[in-house]
């Protein structure tokens, strides 16, 4: 309770000494209006001051007398210092008593008038006036500054902006132009260069085969029924049947392994002249079913 | 024997720098600046007087503390101690740790800052970061960063401490210095 109030005490007077030493300052920076040199200690006793300067020599004296009995008094406290090991906690035990001691006196002051001699009041507020314009000049100079910056900035991003949209300008344009190119050539284009394509595979597709026929009729041609009649009809019980060229035999194994591929067989029949089978089979043209010696296919020369 | 211990323990309580115990001069402020590098300390001394200021200041420097008790009598009282702590230089930190023992606790009530330096260069960092962080929080003072080699920031930390310089030194009406260390005091703290 008692150091309690000794805190308070010295937050107390510290801040009372601080207070005067600032009237103090103000004071003493107005008597430097006045060209007498301002003495620490004047001993006399001026009963009614007449002008301003002695009115604030007195208030200067009175208060350099608070300042100095509230110096004895803090003297008399002593010193103490922070060991590591508490140094936080007792630190901010001694913050909170000066903080609650500050704040107490805060509440307690009531603000004091200063001297109504009206020298010293145009003084002060010649000062004050000083003091506002000097302020008001540096943010003035402040903001045109800053405005200035403002306006550069505001070009510069203007100028990107234009740029900016020139060169939107133009990508739209070409985009345009290469829309509609596109547009036609999906369209027209593609189409008919297709039917072209169609054509001359058509075209090739027929070359190939008369060139295939016309080679087959000069090369595998059919074999000559003139002899052999007549023994067959010794024979008389074999029916005469019509043989099949090579070029229908293939034609008719490409059919049917284009049209079925799940089942590309042909079943051999008697209008197959049996040589000629021989003949693809043994040159792998064709190929008998695995079960079956009468059924052959195409090998899948396409695949 | 009981004289020669009172003699000691008066001369221990001498050497500990202390707030009030010297009248203020007027119109005038003091400030010591407590490091180990003194090259830079001059320079920012240096920068603090060239500042426009409408009041008389007097720049201690000290390498380390306790001040040597010859002179106690021509100092005048201290407003406002800095402790420049170089994070580069373990040796530095250690010295203002001892140093810290030197100062009066009525000190911290917002009449001591910690200016640190050299942050820049990561990989001289020989001090811990968390460490200088401590520092600053057990003794509930700020921490000022700042690099003071380029021009620019050395100006702009003398002003800071002329500031802080004004209001320990009772310049600033309605401000004292505990309630302006309590304004300095960041969200990060508590």
């Not at chain 1, 006793?45 to 604030?56: D, F, M, Y």
């Not at chain 1, 020599?57 to 008399?76: G, H, P, R, V």
């Not at chain 2, 020669?4 to 600046?33: G, T």
Request: contains cysteine.
């Amino acid at each position: 309770m008692m150091v309690q109030e000794l805190c308070e005490r010295q937050g107390f007077l510290r801040d009372k000494q601080d207070e005067l030493l600032q009237e103090v300052e103000e004071l003493a920076k107005h008597m430097s209006i006045y060209p007498h040199n301002l003495a620490p200690k004047i001993a006399t006793n001026l009963e009614c001051p007449v002008n301003a300067k002695e009115e604030l020599l007195d208030e200067c004296e009175a208060m350099w007398k608070k300042l100095e009995e509230c110096q004895s008094k803090l003297t008399l406290l002593g010193t103490e210092t922070l060991t590591d090991s508490d140094a936080k906690l007792s630190l901010l035990m001694m913050r909170v008593k000066a903080l609650t001691a500050e704040c107490n006196q805060w509440q307690k002051q009531t603000p004091e008038i200063i001297s109504t001699n009206p020298d010293v009041l145009v003084e002060l507020g010649k000062e004050e006036l000083q003091k506002v314009n000097h302020d008001l000049e540096m943010v003035l100079s402040i903001f045109k500054a800053r405005n200035k910056k403002l306006k550069e900035d505001l070009k510069r991003e203007q100028q990107w902006l234009e740029e900016q949209q020139q060169v939107v300008e133009a990508l739209s344009v070409i985009e345009e132009e290469m829309k509609n190119q596109v547009v036609q050539f999906s369209e027209k284009r593609a189409f008919q260069e297709l039917k072209i394509k169609m054509l001359k595979i058509k075209e090739y597709k027929e070359e190939l085969s008369s060139a295939l026929g016309e080679f087959l009729e000069e090369h595998f041609p059919l074999p000559e029924e003139d002899g052999s009649a007549k023994k067959k009809k010794s024979l008389a019980k074999e029916p005469t049947m019509q043989l099949i060229t090579l070029h229908e035999i293939l034609e008719s194994l490409i059919n049917k392994l284009m049209s079925a591929p799940h089942d590309p067989y042909l079943t051999i029949n008697d209008t197959f002249w049996p040589p000629y089978i021989e003949l693809l089979l043994r040159y792998g043209i064709a190929l008998r079913h695995p079960d079956d010696p009468k059924r052959i296919r195409l090998e899948a020369f396409h695949q | 024997m009981q004289r020669q211990q009172r003699f000691e323990s008066q001369r221990a309580k001498m050497s500990v720098v202390r707030p009030f115990d010297k009248l203020p001069v007027l119109n005038s402020a003091a400030i010591l600046l407590v490091g180990t590098d003194e090259d830079l300390q001059r320079q920012l001394a240096q920068t603090i007087l060239k500042e426009k200021k409408d009041f008389k200041i007097s720049i201690h420097l000290a390498t380390s503390l306790p001040l040597p008790a010859e002179r106690d009598h021509i100092r005048p009282r201290i407003d406002l101690i800095v402790f420049m702590i170089n994070v580069q230089s373990k040796y530095g930190f250690k010295n203002i740790e001892a140093s810290l023992a030197h100062v009066d606790a009525n000190f911290f009530l917002g009449k001591v800052c910690f200016l640190v330096t050299g942050v820049g260069r990561v990989n001289h960092c020989s001090v811990d970061m968390s460490a200088v962080r401590k520092l600053g929080d057990v003794y509930c003072s700020p921490l000022v960063f700042c690099e003071l080699e380029l021009e620019g920031i050395r100006i702009s930390t003398a002003q800071r401490l002329l500031r802080m310089l004004q209001i320990c030194a009772g310049h600033v009406p309605g401000v004292s210095a505990l309630f302006f260390s309590s304004l300095m005091r960041s969200s990060n703290d508590e």
